[in-house]
């Protein structure tokens, strides 16, 4: 079933006398773990956007098209009425981040909720140790390391239990280990089921977690499909980045180094290698 469905979708602030989305037609199913990638100011952010209603409701401008997730007409939703179906997570966490504890971020968006304090309490401690927070629970969130507010932002866009998470450029302010620990906590969610959708430019440490792969330029979606495949288009250009083993397992394909499945992962590196160049004859 459809998570998320973006149908002749075009937008421009208002003000603006270009497209920051055109024509994006664009269908997330759910289980999905997207990737949306391109340069800058091609429409990523403005897209995630579009799907947890900031737009049209909070960004006005020229809106065409439509917008359905989980059977939700975005234009007729207010953002907060999406709460319970979609969770999203900015560039900068600390502006996300507006209690003077963890515990309380985690219970300010259970508080707007109207529920009662005994199920708020079960529902923060069970997040708490969900996502491995307790010992941060009386810190105040500007206290934290980037990682660390990630992780606090993650988990109250995820207290009201939403099927759909969208992360903008979570990564862009986190040093690689944070990242990864970032992508990993990601992945679990994707493999309990969650539909993960992820504005990211940094493919070398994504592209191995996702399924699908979107790529944009100038507010338009010129690409999408399975990540490997995806990839393989654009190897030989500069519009996304290509992760680096999937240059090098390319460079040996050419030479008949290498064989199979091109590869995300170092383990599928391993098992494409050819002891001898493959030979003509």
């Not at 289980?31 to 100011?41: E, H, K, T």
């Not at 923060?124 to 934290?144: A, I, Q, W």
């Not at 109250?156 to 862009?172: F, H, M, R, V």
């Amino acid at each position: 079933m459809k998570a998320i469905a973006a149908s002749n979708l075009s937008f421009s602030y208002e003000g603006s006398g270009k497209y920051a989305l055109k024509d994006v037609n664009m269908d997330i199913e759910e289980g999905d773990f997207v990737i949306i990638a391109g340069p800058s100011g091609c429409g990523k952010s403005t897209l995630i956007r579009a799907f947890n209603g900031l737009i049209p409701h909070f960004y006005r401008g020229k809106y065409e098209g439509d917008v359905i997730v989980d059977d939700h007409r975005v234009p007729n939703e207010e953002p907060h009425q999406l709460f319970r179906i979609v969770g999203t997570v900015f560039q900068e966490p600390e502006n996300q981040l507006l209690t003077f504890s963890v515990e309380r971020e985690l219970a300010f968006p259970l508080e707007n909720a109207g529920l009662a304090r005994q199920d708020m309490k079960k529902i923060v401690d069970s997040t708490l140790k969900k996502f491995g927070l307790c010992e941060l629970r009386y810190r105040s969130p500007n206290e934290l390391s980037g990682g660390e507010q990630q992780k606090v932002a993650i988990a109250a866009a995820l207290i009201s239990n939403p099927k759909i998470l969208l992360l903008d450029e979570p990564t862009s302010n986190l040093d690689p280990l944070s990242a990864s620990a970032l992508l990993d906590l990601l992945h679990h969610l994707n493999d309990e089921g969650m539909t993960i959708v992820l504005s990211e430019h940094r493919l070398s440490l994504a592209a191995p977690y996702s399924n699908k792969l979107a790529i944009m330029d100038k507010g338009r979606l010129i690409d999408y499909g399975n990540t490997i495949d995806v990839l393989n288009k654009y190897i030989n250009q500069d519009l996304v980045e290509i992760p680096d083993i999937f240059l090098i397992a390319n460079a040996l394909k050419q030479a008949g180094y290498y064989e199979g499945e091109m590869p995300l992962l170092i383990s599928q590196f391993l098992s494409g290698i050819r002891k001898k160049p493959r030979t003509g004859g």
